[in-house]
């Protein structure tokens, strides 16, 4: 397995819209090593360590609390909130999810890869842009330009963390 890299969206990504409406969004794949379900991907995706710490950080915060259970339940679909985020669109291969406060999107996606025992996993990102009250503009905040650096290394990081948790899963 090889680790998480920067890639296009797919053509049918539910991100796409995002792009479109002129807000940033970007994409990390890594491809695995056996067939993985979507609702596999997303309770290994929100139950890793590091993305337990960020549940810890937004139940801190924002007063939004999560627990596995809940992750397992928005893994098969019986649930449609989960901490910060609520569900925008679902399809068979993939998940979007929008924070409470409209501005940031987590998307969630596998694709058979070239090899047919293998999975491709995706995961990305779209921040939406704000409205500038004095030009009317859509532009991205600073905090936006401050953080992304940050951003794209942690992406990095959650979703190589949610492959080694699949891989610990099949033995």
Request: net charge positive; charged share 25%.
């Amino acid at each position: 397995m090889t680790s998480a890299q920067p890639c296009e969206l797919p053509g049918h990504a539910l991100l796409h819209r995002y792009r479109e409406a002129g807000g940033y969004t970007d994409c990390y794949t890594i491809e695995f090593e056996r067939v993985v379900s979507l609702a596999e991907y997303v309770e290994a995706f929100y139950t890793t360590a590091v993305f337990k710490l960020e549940r810890f950080i937004i139940a801190s915060l924002v007063r939004r609390p999560s627990t596995d259970t809940q992750v397992r339940e928005l893994a098969v679909g019986s649930r449609t909130t989960f901490a910060a985020w609520t569900v925008e669109a679902r399809e068979a291969d993939q998940i979007l999810l929008c924070d409470y406060q409209q501005r940031t999107r987590s998307w969630l996606m596998i694709a058979p890869a070239a090899e047919s025992s293998r999975t491709r996993l995706y995961f990305g990102s779209a921040i939406v842009p704000v409205i500038d009250r004095r030009t009317r503009q859509r532009r991205m905040s600073l905090a936006f330009h401050a953080l992304l650096g940050f951003h794209k290394l942690y992406s990095g990081v959650l979703l190589n963390a949610a492959a080694r948790r699949l891989r610990r899963r099949q033995h």
